[in-house]
């Protein structure tokens, strides 16, 4: 009987596609959960019947399971602290204000020049 083999490519997308959205106040956690969530899914598997699985791919979709795992972990981390932050400078209101002074500030630098 044929091993299977498991392919974390789409693990790995899924993570570095939640790494890059990391920048959206943390919302790649989204992307990186999921990632987690099928690797760990993948794994569950190979744990209830070890024998039919290559052992080189079920060690590519453990290592795909930590990265999901990290990026995930900076994703929450980064998404508290933009929560944070809002409230720290007077909630959603006083921030979209500081927004519009900036983007004011920058289209007034832009015309003078």
Request: one cysteine or more; aromatic letters at 10%; a negative charge.
């Amino acid at each position: 009987m044929e091993q299977q083999k498991l392919n974390p490519a789409i693990v790995y997308v899924l993570a570095i596609v939640g790494l890059l959205c990391c920048c959206f106040a943390g919302l790649g956690f989204i992307l990186a959960g999921a990632a987690f969530l099928i690797a760990h899914t993948q794994i569950k598997k190979v744990a209830d019947n070890p024998e039919a699985f290559d052992l080189s791919s079920v060690n590519a979709m453990k290592t795909a399971k930590t990265v999901a795992l990290v990026i995930l972990i900076i994703n929450i981390l980064y998404l508290c602290w933009s929560i944070y932050s809002i409230q720290a400078m007077g909630g959603w209101d006083a921030y979209m204000e500081q927004v519009n002074q900036m983007m004011e500030e920058f289209q007034n630098a832009q015309n003078q020049q």
